[in-house]
């Protein structure tokens, strides 16, 4: 059930954004430096409170000065000392300063290029979530030349995403923000593929509220929740687990269907895909029956479906089914032929 998932949405996104503040600890040591030499200072050397502050400013400053009168042998061990360890944590500290300030201008720099790739996306299709189901997702979709883009909260596997060479946004999916920042409202689909389903519902809800005509498919993890997604939007929900124990009972009961069912895996090795291509008004395609268009004769494609406007759906087509507008076709052919067909199915005109 969604109630058992571990936390809301709105939390886990406040507590992604409670970290560290390097700074302080930075200004931690020079504060511990300039206590100890006051302190020195005072009880070693003897000198007053304001003396103490205004000679360990000049030391620490290498502005130079005087030194006390009647320095001991203590008090000059104890100035070496504080000389060295305290230019030491001086020099440390504005070297991390230094990093600190270059490496935030290049992660805005950085930022800013991200940015501007996906205020100028569209078509695209967007991955939430990561894990072990969100990257082999995401994976497929990119090897498909599909535009991708991936949200996770979690830094490790974000950088890993850029690597990859995708476009790749650190936080959390169910804030509206960064579903916006991902181009949400202009993208072809949405992959929602989070561990906990509360947060898929919500990812659900807010990207159908912000684009109606979103693909929206959404991982279950709990069979309850499945209907849930439907009910806020989701176009596709699919349950890993199950959908793996379907295909194990396959394998053992059914071999035959089962091994037909991995050309969809193997037919990479074999240049072969499935693929499926709409028929706009103005196509080649459109007025000619199965059996005249040239889909089997010059590109050796095989017509598994065709889905009609009115979503009726026909499995292995005869021949004298006759193409009309806004017909989908579900195709199996070499990948090669995939561009190709797609143009033709926009009103190119065959080559």
């Known amino acids: ?29 020079v504060l511990g430096v300039v206590l100890l030499g006051i302190l020195g200072m005072r009880f070693i050397l003897g000198l007053s409170w304001l003396d103490s502050l205004y000679y360990v400013t000049t030391t620490l400053t290498t502005v130079g000065y005087n030194p006390p009168a009647n320095l001991t042998d203590g008090g000059k061990l104890f100035i070496v000392v504080f000389l060295v360890v305290g230019i030491f944590i ?45 990257l082999n997702v995401a994976e497929a979709i990119f090897e498909e030349n599909e535009a991708v883009v991936v949200v996770d ?5 974000v950088e890993a995403a850029r690597q990859k060479g995708w476009l790749a946004l650190r936080g959390d999916a169910a804030q509206e923000e960064n579903l916006r920042t991902c181009g949400v409202e202009r993208a072809k689909g949405l992959v929602v593929s989070m561990s906990h389903d509360a947060t898929n519902v919500y990812v659900t809800v807010t990207a159908r509220s912000l684009n109606k005509a979103l693909r ?56 072969l895909d499935f693929y499926s291509i709409t028929l706009a008004a103005d ?52 990948r090669t032929a995939t561009p190709e067909l797609k143009k033709i199915a926009n009103g190119a005109k065959p080559l």
């Open 283 to 334: 196509s080649a395609l459109v007025g000619l029956s199965l059996s005249e268009s040239p889909l089997r004769s010059r590109y050796n494609v095989l017509v598994v479906a065709v889905t009609g406007r009115e979503g009726e759906i026909a499995y292995n087509p005869q021949g004298s089914r006759v193409f009309r507008p806004g017909d989908e076709l579900v195709l199996l052919g070499p």
């Open 1 to 29: 059930m969604p109630g058992k998932a571990q936390g809301s949405p709105r939390r886990e996104g406040r507590s992604i954004r409670k970290k560290p503040r390097p700074l302080l600890f930075l200004a931690l040591p």
């Open 216 to 271: 929206i498919i959404a991982r279950a993890n709990d069979p309850q929740s499945s209907g849930i997604l439907y009910r806020v939007g989701a176009d596709k929900v699919v349950n890993p687990l199950l959908s793996g124990a379907s295909a194990m009972a396959r394998a053992a009961v059914k071999p035959a269907v089962s091994d037909f069912l991995e050309v969809v895996h193997i037919s990479r090795q074999l240049d």
């Open 90 to 134: 001086i020099g440390f500290t504005v070297g991390q300063l230094a990093e600190h300030v270059l490496k935030r201008q290049i992660l805005e720099t950085l930022g800013r290029r991200r940015d501007r790739h996906l205020e100028k996306l569209s078509g695209h299709w967007i991955v939430c979530g990561l894990g072990r189901v969100g």
């Open 153 to 157: 909260a979690d830094e490790a596997k």
